[in-house]
Structures are given as structure tokens and as C-alpha cells.
């Protein structure tokens, strides 16, 4: 079994535990969330055709990992009405540093959907190319994150 722990700085704290999806290459959270955004949805599949790491992968109740984001202003949006509707993931987990467009709209769900969605920047390109889908990821309020896999 892999156990290994990596520190990142905790943008949104929290402490949980949830299934890694991974991507390699930049979110973009209008895209990968535009057919989840509707009142009848029961589920956020990723919908951006251009992140082949995450395409048409489950992203509610999972633990994104990624480098960073990309997109517009209209991401910040986006974040909080996935968290308004349900459908937000349990925690984004960022190699890198966070951008200002994603902190805002993390933020935003949590102030005004009231939704944490953990969140954890500067984890490393090490953490990035260890982590793997289905890994069961460990979320701790200090910006600890715990991957276990059991192969």
C-alpha cells in the first residue's frame, strides 16, 4: 500500500476523505461544469471535451486534483452555483498557487451557498504526478493531504 503526505497551504480548511479525480492540465470550471448547472441536475459529469484527464468523469462529492485553473471571470459563478445546487466536489487540490478567479469563486460558495469546498494550493509537481484517479485521498485542516492507494 502507498501512503505518502504532502503540504500545501489551506486556502479553504477542512478535514475529509473522498475519492482523487486527476487532471494534468488546467481546469476550466465553466466548461467542465456546463451541463451541471441546470435545477434538474442530479450529477456533475465533466463536460469539457478538451481535458481528456476529466472528460465525462463524476466531479460531485470527488477531490479534484489539478495544477491550476483556466477560463473566464465566469468561473467564479460557476463554483458557486455547483455548490448552491449540490453538485460541488468534496475538495480542489492545486499543484500550484491558486489563481485570484478561483479563490473568489471558492470563496463565494462558501460565503453565499454556504458550501465548503476544502481547498489546497502549493502541493508540488511531486504531488501531481503521485497522485491517481480513485486514489483515497486524506484532507487535514493544516493543508496536509494523505494520498493512500491499495495496490
Known amino acids: 500500500m502507498l501512503s505518502k503526505t ?19 492540465t488546467g481546469f476550466n470550471a465553466y466548461a467542465s461544469f456546463s451541463n451541471s448547472l441546470q435545477e434538474s441536475a442530479v450529477s456533475a ?21 489539478l495544477p491550476n485553473t483556466i477560463g473566464s471571470t ?9 455548490a448552491h445546487l449540490g453538485l460541488a466536489p468534496l475538495a480542489v487540490l492545486f499543484s ?5 478567479l478561483a479563490a ?32 483515497l485521498i486524506t484532507v487535514q485542516e493544516d493543508g496536509s493531504v494523505i494520498i493512500n492507494r491499495l495496490s
Open 104 to 135: 473568489g469563486g471558492l470563496i463565494i460558495a462558501d460565503l453565499w451557498a454556504n458550501k465548503r469546498i476544502v481547498t489546497i494550493d502549493q502541493l508540488g509537481d511531486d504531488f501531481l504526478s503521485t497522485v491517481n484517479n480513485g486514489d
Open 74 to 82: 465566469s468561473a467564479g459563478a460557476v463554483w458557486q452555483r455547483v
Open 45 to 65: 459529469e465533466c463536460a469539457d471535451s478538451s481535458n481528456q484527464d476529466l472528460f465525462e468523469k463524476r466531479l460531485d462529492g470527488k477531490i479534484i486534483c
Open 96 to 100: 500550484n498557487p491558486i489563481d485570484s
Open 6 to 24: 504532502f503540504k500545501g497551504r489551506a486556502i479553504l480548511p477542512g478535514s475529509l476523505e473522498g475519492e482523487a479525480v486527476v487532471s494534468k
